[in-house]
């Protein structure tokens, strides 16, 4: 059989196929983001824009519907089992994702630890998909990972880490970046344990009683049992207290276990409080454990010099640091980097030498490692340094300072503004130690004793808000589920203006009568 004649095979026309994809769908995806801005002129009156949708009137942020119900609505759009769509069929498609999804560039949206991204947030997104490769070897990434390095050298810098070894290594997210830190303290404060696993060891994990569930999480899937995992008492502010987490270590050690790692949080992910990292650190030092800190809220607030002294005083103590760039500042999702003191102490905890992929020189200094994926859990890693790596370079550290200081702003303004309407009660630490505001709704700021009733006002108002074009979150509390609101850098005060007076009138409509109400 001859060989086939390159030359008579039919031309690629790969780059005509891209250029009419990316035409159509822009077409939708920048009315899809000005629909949003247009309807922030509105926010301030309490209510979105009306927009005709499948069950009557919606608004820019959603059409929000009950998972039965929009199975059916996407009947046909979920059949993948049916026949090519093709061109058309993909534009329509992308139109009904568009359609039932929520808008994260509305300013109603004010539901979790992210917002929306931005302009060069969706360039970096097109890039790592036009480069479709793989950040695990230097060979197929050259310049992905010299950006990773870079970037991650950068953010260890923010915290003070020592500049001659510290750095760190992208992760799929923040529970990923927790997760590796407690494989990484295992393995290198007890070797053995890397070939031979947890042995004889009881390994115990220490945690705020506030602090995310990734760390519980993570424990069983590690085998330590969710019941490794020891949740140490909070102060009023919703801080560890040194005093209960000493206690608690030596009472681990007590019982024969082997006290491991202690997870302390910048922001919790609730009330946003940050522990106090200096003492906390000393204990660690003095028990032999890794200090690991949980800043995937509250981290980027290193970027806010008027901020970061007071919440991330003692954090270039840490071991290790989580911080989510994808959070407070705007990078799409997911961009999350776990940063170390020693990357040399990550290296030898992680490494597996596999020839036939890593190429790295034996003994090299971990400046030497380019194929990054022998310091983390993963082969397979995109590239998401760039789209914060980008966003550094296109907006400056600058814009990041601001955007914090304005999201603090913000917060602020929110809390006096439920303060000063007599028709709230607010249980967020004060000053707000991060950037939601917690509290709830009250008839003449007076809260019933009734946690079942209270609960009950709080889902009722959230659930209603959405057909307003308002979205917020709300969370367990001693006297029923709260209102928790999460601000950002970008949100208007209008926005939380008309968030304020939309929530009284949604109450009023449900039922719940206010005793008292100030008229702005």
Same mark, same amino acid.
């Given at each position: 059989m ?10 690629l ?15 939708l ?11 922030a002129a509105?926010k301030?009156?309490?209510h979105?824009?009306?927009?005709e949708?499948s069950?009557?009137?919606?608004t820019?942020?959603?059409e929000?519907?009950p ?6 609505l996407?009947?046909?759009e979920?059949?993948i089992k ?5 061109r058309?069929?993909?534009v329509?498609? /992308? ?15 004010l539901?979790k630890l992210?917002?929306?991204?931005? #302009?060069?947030?969706?360039v970096?997104?097109l ?9 695990h ?8 990972t ?5 970037t991650?050298? !950068?953010?260890?810098s =923010?915290?003070n880490l020592?500049?001659s070894t510290s750095?760190?290594i992208?992760?799929p997210g923040?529970s ?5 830190a407690?494989?990484? #303290?295992?393995n290198t =404060?007890?070797? &053995?344990?890397?070939a ?5 060891h009881a390994f115990? %994990? ?9 760390v519980e999480?993570?424990a069983?899937l590690?085998?330590?049992g969710s019941?490794? /995992?020891i949740? /140490?008492?909070?102060?009023? &502010?919703g801080a560890i207290?040194p005093?209960e987490f ?5 009472e ?8 491991l790692?202690?997870?302390?949080t ?7 409080s940050?522990?106090?990292?200096t003492?906390l650190? #000393? %204990?660690c030092k003095k028990h032999?454990m890794?200090?690991? %800190?949980?800043?995937?809220?509250g981290?980027?607030?290193? @970027?806010?010099s008027?901020h970061?002294g007071?919440r991330? &005083?003692?954090a270039e ?5 989580? %911080?989510?760039?994808h959070?407070?500042l705007?990078v799409?999702v997911?961009c ?20 036939y992929l ?7 200094g ?6 990054? #994926?022998?310091?983390?859990p993963?082969c397979? +890693?995109?590239?998401?340094s ?5 966003a550094?370079? !296109?907006?400056g550290a600058a ?5 914090v200081?304005n ?8 809390l006096?503004?439920?303060?000063e309407r007599?028709?709230f009660?607010?249980i ?8 939601q505001v917690? @509290? ?7 809260l ?5 009733a209270?609960g009950?006002?709080t889902a ?7 057909? +307003?074009?308002?979205?917020?979150d709300?969370a367990?509390g001693?006297?029923g589920?709260f209102f +928790?609101?999460?601000?950002?850098g970008n ?8 968030l ?5 009138e949604?109450?009023r409509s449900?039922g719940?009568?206010?005793?008292r109400?100030?008229?702005?």
């Open positions: 001859s060989a086939t004649n390159g030359n008579s095979e039919a031309p026309n790969r780059a005509d196929e891209v250029q009419d994809l990316l035409t159509a769908i822009t077409d995806i920048v009315p899809f983001v000005a629909a949003a801005d247009q309807d509105t301030h009156t309490g979105g824009l009306r927009v949708g069950g009557g009137p919606r820019t942020l959603v929000h519907h998972p039965k119900k929009l199975e059916g996407l009947q046909k979920l059949d049916g026949n090519a769509l093709g058309d069929g993909l329509s498609l /992308v139109e009904s994702v568009l359609k039932y999804s929520v808008n994260t560039w509305d300013q109603g949206f539901d992210y917002a929306s991204t931005n #302009a060069v947030g969706l970096s997104e890039l790592l998909a036009a480069l479709n490769t793989n950040v070897v230097y060979q197929v990434s050259p310049v992905l010299l950006i990773e390095k870079r991650t050298t !950068y953010l260890a =923010l915290f020592p500049p750095g760190g992208s992760q923040g990923a970046s927790n997760s590796t407690i494989v990484i #303290a295992r =404060l007890y070797p &053995a344990t890397k031979s696993g947890n042995g004889t115990t %994990i220490f945690t705020s009683a506030h602090g995310h569930y990734s999480k993570a069983n590690f085998g330590l019941r490794a /995992v949740s /140490v008492p909070v102060d009023a &502010a207290v005093e000493e206690r608690l270590v030596q681990s050690k007590g019982r024969g276990e082997t006290p790692l202690l997870n302390a910048a922001g919790t992910t609730v009330h946003g940050f522990d106090p990292f003492p650190a #000393a %204990i032999n890794w200090f690991h %800190i949980d800043g995937s809220w981290g980027s607030v290193v @970027f806010s008027a970061a007071s991330l &005083a003692g103590l840490a071991d290790s640091i989580t %911080i989510n760039p959070k407070m705007g799409p997911t999350s980097f776990l940063l170390g003191a020693d990357m040399n102490t990550f290296y030898k905890a992680l490494t597996l030498p596999a020839g890593f190429h790295n020189a034996p003994g090299a971990v400046e030497d490692i380019y194929d990054l #994926a022998d310091l983390t993963q397979g +890693r995109r590239g998401d760039l789209k914060f790596f980008l550094l370079r !296109y907006y814009h990041f300072e601001q955007l200081a999201g603090y702003d913000n917060a602020e303004y929110l006096r503004a439920l303060k007599g028709n009660v607010t967020s630490p004060e000053p707000l130690p991060c950037l917690c @509290f709830y709704y009250a008839k003449g700021g007076v019933g004793d009734d946690a079942v209270n009950k006002v009722d108002v959230a659930s209603a808000l959405i057909r +307003r074009g308002f979205m917020i709300f367990p001693e006297k589920k +928790r609101v999460v601000v950002n949100t208007r005060k209008g926005t939380l203006d008309g304020v007076k939309a929530i009284e949604t109450a449900l719940y009568k206010l005793t109400l100030t008229e702005t």
